[in-house]
């Protein structure tokens, strides 16, 4: 089962994300794939974690999610927007390779015996960026949310804290 949770910015999906997971297991395993890049980001870090409680298994990891025994486990996958993120500085100018490993690695994940619930942000919402880098990634994000929502069992998306169910295959 795969589980798109997306939205703008601060509107909620990690939360909501955390509690579905909650829901379905006591033994959550949550994947982050952030990379920290200032002190003020590493603080947003940690109050996810102590949010979290112990009873999550914490994965970190910043590009290769296949390479992590998930096997029969729920999964909270947060964010593909910073995990993007990586691929997309890591590869300079060339936008098609970023598209092309993220797919990849999508495609190794999914085919893990496990459900993902996997947080992602819907960038074209906040209006058209000023700069070209800033709009290539709003390019790359939105195809990548594509993508991620074909494959879907289920894809929400969260305003202002409330779900809103866009799709579900399951009932």
């Known amino acids: 089962m795969i589980h798109l949770i997306t939205g703008g910015q601060k509107s909620g999906k990690s939360e909501y994300a955390e509690s579905l997971i909650l829901n379905k297991t006591n033994q959550p395993v949550y994947m982050a794939t952030s990379r920290i890049w200032d002190d003020n980001h590493r603080k947003?870090?940690?109050?996810?974690?102590?949010?979290?409680?112990?009873?999550?298994?914490?994965i970190e990891e910043e590009k290769f999610l296949s390479n992590h025994d998930v096997n029969g486990k729920i999964v909270l996958l947060d964010c593909i927007t910073l995990w993007l993120n990586n691929f997309f500085f890591d590869n300079g100018e060339d936008d098609n390779k970023t598209i092309e490993q993220a797919k990849e690695e999508l495609d190794k994940i999914f085919a893990k015996d496990c459900d993902w619930i996997i947080v992602s942000n819907e960038l074209g919402l906040g209006g058209h960026p000023e700069n070209q880098m800033a709009m290539r990634f709003n390019d790359i994000q939105g195809a990548i949310n594509q993508y991620i929502a074909a494959k879907a069992d289920i894809v929400t998306m969260l305003i202002s804290g409330i779900p809103l169910e866009i799709k579900n295959t399951l009932k």
């Open 44 to 58: 947003r870090i940690e109050a996810h974690k102590a949010r979290r409680g112990s009873q999550w298994l914490n």
